[in-house]
């Protein structure tokens, strides 16, 4: 299994790249592949399970954008096969059409999915996040300048409390086929293991042990009751 | 009319003053913020010393004005500070109108101020330093700060352009700030300690500032801060102006060198942090015109005030203090490979968690996987106890770690967590405890030296 993640120079904030680890450590056998932007990605020789990609300064979004707009159709048909993505934080505004700046200025972005980011560089968001995926709750924190507009597709989670793609949308994120992108941090995988689970048997890994599965069932359960209770101030 | 305005905000904000200072209140931020609210423009008007210099960066912005206000005013300056006081717009509008006369006219020559880098926009368009230092920029808390390039560009554009900056050579996010401005650097050389490859999960400048190529760090002291150069267009660090060598921290000294030549001076504390500190005030001093003599003179009567680590015996235990910032994962970095690296064997309790947010909502722990946990998986380390609202969060961070289940314990109730531990003589205990809370933090302390000097008078 060959698990490939996109310029980990420029995009490893909020701890986002223990997602990748955590993985790593529940697939041992899996081969990680750290693209930079000087290299072509691993995915256009077409043998690649999961495509990471995770939150980045505002400028390495720009780059990220330019390093991949000449693979754009590539990875549309990576996506209609059914390869797995999983983008995390801002990661998720580099797939949808573009991102606008507070003076008008936009930033043209792969335009997979039909939805806009506005930036408010000086109103940053931060907030706990609770939601659902199918049966599994998700937990999760926020913490960013932009939130998405628009019909984007199907949403990776349906929120319950707290922020989806904006303030006042319940969809939250991402999904189409094996294609998953979302805001939440935690970081999202350690943070709720049902959902990595979920996943590990999406990469054809079965049902096994998650790597410290009875600490981070413990804490997951700790902050699902934390979240759940309606006295729990959201937004910070 | 703007003069008039200034003028009943200026005498409502020293009433305000006077009465909070009768009261026996903290008067260093209320004043200044009522001058504001009364004044907009209140920092245009109030009269300022004719030097102004500012200090500001992620760390060291305050012990390096403290050792800017020692030396100068050991030499006989009327020297304005906040040095009690806030350091945004507030607090140095309430050290602006603390030191002006009933007219706003200034009654120092000159000032050494602290300013919170996020602030530079409201206080650099009116109160325009003539040099600003830049100690170093670097994560700071996710929510507020998010990353150092945010915090960079509060900087970027607010500065005056005759404004001269005194920048950390060895900080490739700080040195590039304002490039049209002239400017000085400092720096250390390569020290033993130095490596080349990254050991810190923060690592935030990989890629060359001008073509995006890889960098190849010549060493690095931790995270971005050491020597690079890029392998594809040549860019590399700048050269220090003001450039510290033979660093020794068993003789406690090091040579600083700059184009009139070199002097020895004392370090204050063995601290990378602090030897930094002491360079960088150097540099400034220097660049005030002071001779290396009269610097060295001011220095060696001036020591840094250890607020964040803290060690006393009770009984044949050391009981060590650590202050880390909350949700700061470098602090906690920091932190953890510095009393890692202490001799000796020790046990920790780790309760940094934020605990005012945990009354209102709950802690932002993204933070706990940017910091470099893995330096408290030491043989040296012999238990460590997870405490506090977020206990469970640390277990789960200290297994990622590498740490053996074995040497570690859980409770969320913080005045259970020195039960938890041994106290055999001859080692340390050793508390790491964010900057809220503080009661409780010496609570937890009361009980940790309590249970120490039992446990040696068995």
């Known amino acids: 299994m060959k698990i490939e993640i996109l310029y980990p120079e420029i995009c490893y904030l909020y701890g986002d790249l223990m997602n ?27 043998d690649v399970d999961m495509i990471c990609l995770c939150s980045m300064t505002e400028r390495a979004q720009e780059l990220v954008i330019e390093a991949l707009r000449p693979h754009r159709e590539k990875i549309i048909e990576l996506i209609d096969s059914g390869t797995v993505f999983l983008a995390t934080g801002n990661a998720l505004e580099i797939f949808i059409k573009d991102i606008e700046n507070e003076d008008g200025s936009k930033l043209e972005a792969l335009g997979l999915f039909d939805l806009t980011a506005k930036r408010r560089m000086l109103d940053r968001y931060n907030a706990l996040y609770l939601g659902k995926f199918g049966d599994i709750d998700i937990v999760g924190l926020k913490s960013q300048f932009a939130h998405a507009y628009g019909d984007g597709g199907d949403a990776l989670f349906e929120t319950v409390r707290g922020a989806g793609r904006n303030p006042e949308a319940k969809p939250e994120g991402l999904r189409k086929n094996n ?7 935690g970081p999202l995988l350690i943070m709720n293991p049902p959902f990595t689970k979920y996943l590990l048997e999406l990469l054809g890994a079965g049902d096994r042990p998650l790597a410290y599965e009875q600490a981070a069932m413990d804490s997951y359960e700790l902050r699902l009751k934390e979240y759940s209770d309606p006295k729990r101030g959201f937004i910070y | 009319m703007g003069r008039v305005r200034f003028l009943i905000a200026l005498w409502g904000a020293k009433c305000a003053r006077l009465a909070l200072k009768l009261l026996r209140r903290n008067a260093t931020y209320f004043p200044g913020f009522l001058a504001l609210k009364l004044c907009p423009n209140f920092l245009r008007y109030v009269g300022k010393p004719k030097k102004i210099v500012a200090v500001t960066g992620s760390n060291g912005k305050t012990t390096v004005s403290n050792l800017l206000n020692d030396v100068l005013t050991g030499r006989g300056h009327r020297v304005l500070n906040n040095q009690l006081g806030s350091n945004v717009a507030a607090g140095i509008a309430t050290s602006l109108l603390s030191g002006c006369t009933l007219f706003g006219k200034t009654k120092y020559d000159m000032a050494v101020l602290e300013v919170d880098e996020r602030s530079s926009k409201r206080i650099y368009p009116y ?19 998010a990353h150092p390039q945010y915090i960079a560009s509060f900087i970027e554009g607010t500065v005056p352009a005759a404004t001269r900056l005194i920048l950390n050579a060895d900080d490739l996010i700080s040195s590039g700030i304002c490039p049209e401005n002239p400017r000085v650097y400092f720096g250390i050389d390569r020290m033993k300690t130095d490596v080349t490859k990254c050991v810190n999960l923060i690592n935030d400048v990989q890629i060359c500032p001008v073509c995006c190529g890889e960098l190849e760090y010549d060493y690095r002291r931790y995270h971005h801060i050491g020597k690079a150069h890029c392998t594809d267009c040549g860019f590399k660090s700048p050269e220090s102006d003001y450039f510290a060598t033979d660093v020794d921290t068993e003789a406690m000294t090091m040579t600083i060198t700059d184009k009139d030549g070199g002097m020895s001076y004392r370090l ?18 220097r660049e005030l015109g002071l001779t290396h003599e009269e610097i060295k003179a001011g220095l060696d009567k001036t020591k840094i005030v250890e607020t964040r680590f803290n060690a006393q015996k009770a009984g044949d235990v050391t009981v060590v203090m650590q202050m880390s910032k909350d949700k700061n994962a470098l602090a906690g970095s920091r932190a953890f490979d510095y009393i890692s690296g202490l001799p000796g064997k020790k046990e920790l309790i780790l309760m940094m968690n934020c605990i005012h947010d945990q009354q209102h909502w709950s802690e932002n722990v993204t933070w706990l996987y940017d910091c470099d946990f893995e330096f408290l998986n030491n043989e040296n380390i012999t238990r460590i106890v ?50 809220d809370a503080l009661d409780l933090v010496y609570r937890v302390q009361g009980k940790i030296k309590a249970l120490a000097q039992e446990a040696s008078g068995r």
């Open chain 2, 127 to 145: 109160v325009k330093p003539d040099y600003l230092i830049i100690t170093n920029l670097f994560r700071d808390s996710p929510m507020r700060n």
């Open chain 2, 268 to 285: 204050l504390s063995d601290s990378i942090f602090n030897i930094y500190n002491v360079l960088t005030a150097v540099a400034a001093l």
């Open chain 1, 179 to 185: 294609f998953m992108a979302t805001y939440v941090l």
């Open chain 2, 386 to 435: 997870a405490t506090g609202p977020r206990a469970k969060d640390y277990y789960l961070r200290l297994l990622f770690a590498g740490v053996p289940e074995e040497k570690i314990r859980c409770t969320l109730s913080e005045m259970d967590a020195p039960a938890l531990l041994e106290y055999n003589a001859g080692e340390s205990v050793c508390l790491f405890y964010g900057t």
């Open chain 1, 20 to 46: 990748v680890e955590y993985l790593h450590r529940c697939l041992p056998e899996a081969e990680l592949v750290r693209t930079s932007l000087k290299t072509p990605p691993a995915f256009l020789s077409g």
